[in-house]
């Protein structure tokens, strides 16, 4: 369910019909108290009485007397840094020491205890189920090693969030967040030894909507879907403008840093489109990053801390998110002889400053696996083809947009430029393109697939899908490559139907993701690290950088309990990296 309470001028109050209402808590204000303290400068003139003698030893007796204290407390910094894991040189690489299954098992009861409640009006808070927990654990959308969690909770509040995170640390176990379960690297996968899996997606409320200042206030749980449909509904003409898979929630989407096909236009989650965030810590605090103005220069921007994430330093309870106006817009589709001509046209289409909110590369093998699979209206040409969605403040903006697209294109070797003749016809059209997963599995019967992506500079982009493709010819794999070849992202979907096949699809990865690497490019445009990426992450970043994360991480999180084996790669990765380049290049 989500709910949200009005601004000004906004009545209704929505829910599912599904669902009874639940009203949405008034929203409190901390205020904060700012006190400034002023000493004196010590005076070099002023005599020193024989009284000041004492004060070393005075001193030296409340140091002992606090350390004491704090190495004594279990909830202090000090005691949790040193009681939580080994001490260690900043080279070791040891795992951090979890509880017992006896420790896990007293968890659970705890927090049966301390949530209060067996169950709400959408099933059990705290599940121990056998379903539930292979749910979590595991995933249809990739094939990443996974493992079970222990328990599964289901909050519905910051203060649930504080009591699970409190009640982990007690009895040292790791803590996972999921949402919406529709990341592709493994990123909410269990822990070997188990632990408990945040599910945020009951707290899936839209809490306030400032309409005039074009932002939104919402839980984690929240889809990106659910909120664009919600304005549309009340007639507000302003959207979210982030659109990665269907079920994707805001919370996932910003812990994975995410984006999709208006990313050319919007840019994506690493930009300013998460205002703020309400944050528990692994110490248990509450913080809010920001305030909800527009733009501030107070310190480094803790907001973006946490967008990449990954869940690893932080559960996120509450996101401020910026919204945009909702344009007029139109599709149209052009073919081109090869990737490279289409390319090159999208960088001279891009630098003509026209109105461009999505731009998409369509291989020959996907036009071939939308014809086979048969959801679409029309029959389409099979060749590498581009999608264009124009937009602009006027129908006769998107008309002269359309015009210098068209004579662009042709200038580089396009074809039978379309552009669509009403509203329904440019739906259809981009229907084809975002229906990219599963009519791509029309290729070939009883397979399954592998999604993944990479990003490279525009300009390499068309070496880097030409190698790509020989590479999958070579290797006897079918695929399909879907690019956002505006901002040099492209997916690519790897069809196998057996664990010899699937073997062969790993490497090809692999090798894409290396490739893509040396042409100054990432190993990941939008899915996120979690477990499936972090292995190169040493190769793109350098060992400074990753060695910056981690210490990092390990000062915010010194137990290692938060999604522990996910973004950050062991340095075991580093060594053994080298030596497989070495191999796949003898």
């Given at each position: 369910?989500?709910?949200?309470?009005p601004?000004?001028?906004?009545?209704?109050?929505l829910?599912?019909?599904?669902?009874?209402t639940?009203?949405?808590?008034?929203?409190?204000?901390?205020?904060?108290?700012?006190?400034?303290?002023?000493?004196?400068?010590?005076?070099?003139?002023?005599?020193?009485s024989?009284?000041?003698?004492?004060?070393?030893?005075?001193?030296?007796?409340?140091?002992?007397?606090?350390?004491?204290?704090?190495?004594?407390?279990?909830?202090?910094?000090?005691?949790?840094?040193?009681?939580?894991?080994?001490?260690?040189s900043?080279?070791?690489?040891?795992?951090?020491?979890?509880?017992?299954?006896?420790?896990?098992?007293?968890?659970?009861?705890?927090?049966?205890?301390?949530l209060?409640?067996?169950?709400?009006?959408?099933?059990?808070?705290?599940?121990?189920?056998p379903?539930?927990?292979?749910?979590?654990?595991?995933?249809?959308?990739?094939?990443?090693?996974?493992?079970?969690?222990t328990?599964?909770?289901?909050?519905?509040?910051?203060?649930?969030?504080?009591?699970?995170?409190?009640?982990?640390?007690?009895?040292?176990?790791?803590?996972?967040?999921?949402?919406?379960?529709?990341?592709?690297?493994?990123n909410?996968?269990?822990?070997?030894?188990?632990?408990?899996?945040?599910?945020?997606?009951?707290?899936?409320?839209?809490?306030?909507?400032?309409q005039?200042?074009?932002?939104?206030v919402?839980?984690?749980?929240?889809?990106?879907?659910?909120?664009?449909?919600?304005?549309?509904?009340?007639?507000?003409?302003?959207?979210?403008?982030?659109?990665?898979?269907?079920?994707?929630?805001?919370?996932?989407?910003m812990?994975?840093?995410?984006?999709?096909?208006?990313?050319?236009?919007y840019?994506?989650?690493?930009?300013?489109?998460?205002?703020?965030?309400?944050?528990?810590?692994?110490?248990?605090?509450?913080?809010?990053?920001?305030?909800?103005?527009?733009?501030?220069?107070?310190?480094?921007?803790?907001?973006?801390?946490?967008?990449?994430?990954?869940?690893?330093?932080?559960?996120?309870?509450e996101?401020?998110?910026?919204?945009?106006?909702?344009l007029?817009?139109?599709?149209?589709?052009?073919?081109?002889?090869?990737?490279?001509?289409?390319?090159?046209?999208?960088?001279?289409?891009?630098?003509?400053?026209?109105?461009?909110?999505?731009?998409?590369?369509?291989?020959?093998?996907f036009?071939?696996?939308?014809?086979?699979?048969?959801a679409?209206?029309?029959?389409y040409?099979?060749?590498?083809?581009?999608?264009?969605?124009?937009?602009?403040?006027?129908?006769?903006?998107?008309?002269?947009?359309?015009?210098?697209?068209?004579?662009?294109?042709?200038?580089?070797?396009?074809i039978?430029?379309?552009?669509?003749?009403s509203?329904?016809?440019?739906?259809?059209?981009?229907?084809?393109?975002?229906?990219?997963?599963?009519?791509?599995?029309?290729?070939?019967?009883?397979?399954?697939?592998?999604?993944?992506?990479?990003?490279?500079?525009?300009?390499?982009?068309?070496?880097?899908?030409?190698?790509?493709?020989q590479?999958?010819?070579?290797?006897?794999?079918?695929?399909?490559?879907?690019?956002?070849?505006?901002?040099?992202?492209?997916?690519?979907?790897?069809?196998?139907?057996?664990?010899?096949?699937?073997?062969?699809?790993?490497?090809?990865?692999?090798?894409m993701?290396?490739?893509?690497?040396?042409?100054?490019?990432?190993?990941?445009?939008?899915?996120?690290?979690?477990i499936?990426?972090?292995?190169?992450?040493?190769?793109?970043?350098?060992?400074?950088?990753?060695?910056?994360?981690?210490?990092?991480?390990?000062?915010?999180?010194?137990?290692?309990?938060?999604?522990?084996?996910?973004?950050?790669?062991?340095?075991?990765?580093?060594?053994?990296e080298?030596h497989?380049?070495?191999?796949?290049?003898?």
């Amino acid at each position: 369910m989500f709910l949200f309470k009005p601004s000004i001028g906004f009545r209704n109050v929505l829910t599912r019909p599904s669902t009874r209402t639940i009203p949405v808590p008034v929203l409190r204000h901390r205020a904060r108290s700012f006190t400034n303290t002023h000493t004196r400068p010590i005076s070099t003139s002023t005599p020193i009485s024989r009284t000041s003698s004492w004060l070393p030893l005075i001193l030296g007796a409340l140091t002992c007397t606090l350390t004491g204290y704090f190495l004594g407390s279990p909830s202090s910094p000090i005691a949790t840094l040193t009681l939580g894991r080994k001490q260690a040189s900043p080279d070791d690489d040891d795992e951090p020491t979890y509880g017992s299954s006896q420790d896990f098992q007293n968890a659970i009861q705890e927090l049966r205890v301390t949530l209060g409640r067996e169950c709400d009006d959408t099933g059990d808070v705290v599940s121990t189920d056998p379903g539930d927990l292979r749910l979590h654990g595991f995933s249809e959308n990739d094939y990443h090693p996974g493992a079970l969690h222990t328990v599964v909770v289901y909050p519905r509040s910051t203060e649930d969030v504080v009591k699970v995170v409190k009640v982990a640390t007690k009895y040292r176990m790791p803590v996972t967040p999921f949402s919406g379960g529709t990341s592709l690297e493994g990123n909410y996968r269990g822990h070997a030894v188990g632990g408990i899996c945040i599910d945020m997606s009951r707290m899936d409320k839209i809490l306030d909507i400032h309409q005039d200042d074009s932002d939104l206030v919402c839980q984690p749980g929240v889809g990106w879907m659910e909120i664009n449909e919600t304005l549309q509904k009340e007639g507000i003409p302003l959207f979210f403008p982030l659109d990665p898979g269907p079920g994707a929630t805001i919370g996932g989407m910003m812990s994975t840093g995410c984006s999709g096909t208006n990313a050319v236009r919007y840019g994506t989650a690493k930009g300013e489109w998460f205002l703020n965030a309400t944050v528990v810590l692994p110490s248990g605090q509450v913080i809010k990053t920001r305030q909800r103005a527009r733009k501030s220069s107070a310190g480094f921007d803790v907001t973006k801390l946490f967008i990449g994430a990954e869940g690893t330093l932080g559960i996120i309870t509450e996101v401020t998110i910026r919204l945009a106006p909702v344009l007029p817009t139109t599709v149209a589709i052009v073919q081109f002889p090869d990737v490279k001509k289409a390319t090159e046209a999208v960088i001279d289409v891009m630098n003509r400053g026209v109105g461009i909110q999505c731009v998409e590369l369509c291989d020959s093998e996907f036009m071939h696996s939308t014809n086979l699979y048969g959801a679409s209206q029309r029959t389409y040409p099979e060749v590498d083809s581009l999608f264009f969605k124009f937009q602009g403040p006027t129908p006769a903006s998107l008309v002269e947009t359309a015009r210098i697209v068209r004579e662009v294109v042709k200038k580089h070797g396009g074809i039978g430029f379309e552009l669509a003749r009403s509203d329904k016809e440019a739906r259809d059209l981009w229907a084809d393109r975002k229906n990219a997963l599963y009519s791509g599995l029309a290729l070939v019967e009883g397979c399954r697939g592998w999604s993944t992506d990479v990003c490279v500079p525009v300009s390499k982009l068309p070496d880097l899908v030409y190698e790509t493709k020989q590479d999958l010819q070579e290797l006897g794999l079918v695929s399909t490559i879907v690019g956002h070849v505006g901002d040099g992202n492209f997916h690519a979907l790897l069809l196998f139907r057996n664990d010899a096949e699937l073997a062969i699809a790993r490497e090809a990865v692999h090798r894409m993701v290396e490739r893509a690497i040396k042409m100054e490019g990432t190993c990941t445009g939008e899915h996120g690290v979690g477990i499936g990426k972090r292995e190169y992450l040493y190769a793109e970043l350098g060992e400074g950088t990753v060695e910056l994360m981690r210490s990092i991480k390990k000062t915010i999180d010194p137990l290692g309990l938060f999604n522990p084996g996910k973004l950050y790669p062991d340095k075991k990765m580093k060594n053994a990296e080298k030596h497989a380049t070495v191999r796949r290049h003898a």
